[in-house]
């Protein structure tokens, strides 16, 4: 394991060296990805530092990115600008802009234009996937069921784990302890400690508390391993 994860940590500071390469002589497509290596290891300065000048050129990513990483630090105002710009912009990008500024409109009380938000990222073919989650979401905790059920049945197309688990909390919030169960099952097998838990405490509800401290004592180790990534 620990020779996989050097291997890995190589890789990605070569990556990082190419990347800052190509972005000091100013491709702002290297200067998106190294804001991303920089993001990852847990350098937000550095991340933020490429995503405002990728941000300042046009890039529409790392517009939505620089958003991110402002809105967590408290800075709304300034990331609902850069959203805005990004959502304006036609581009392979525009769906994911439109979901974070969904999520900034929604956390500052603002359903409608999270919902319009969330609609327009999550329809069609290639419809952006955390806004179906999102929207599901939203018209649960208003009590639109069914619609709520068909968005995130979209979601779960993908094999992605966090979409299983929103699916998997939507069914147990139902009332639907066994339908969730292989959801948070599916999502557990990709090694994701949240669906872990969730596993394990319906396992506990229903009384099989062997299997639960298994599903636990796994949530654990995989929590363990995240952190050693970074």
Partial sequence: MFSTLRAWR???QNEARRYREAAEAGDSN???NLGGILWERGDTAGAE???RRAAAVGHQSAMSNLSVIL???GEAVEA???LRRAVARPGLSQRLALNNLGVLVRDQG????AEWCFRQAAEGRNGDLSAKVNLGQLLAARGDLQEAEHWFREAVEWPVPYAMIALGRFLLDRGDPAEAEPWFRQAAQFGHPDAMRDLAALLERRGDSAE???WNR????????ARRRH
Avoid: S
């Fill in 10 to 12: 190589a890789r990605r």
């Fill in 30 to 32: 290297a200067m998106l």
């Fill in 49 to 51: 530092r490429w995503y």
């Fill in 71 to 73: 809105r967590k630090r």
């Fill in 80 to 82: 609902e600008q850069w």
């Fill in 110 to 113: 603002d359903p409608v234009e």
């Fill in 212 to 214: 639960a401290e298994q």
């Fill in 218 to 225: 796994r949530a654990r180790k995989a929590q363990r391993q």
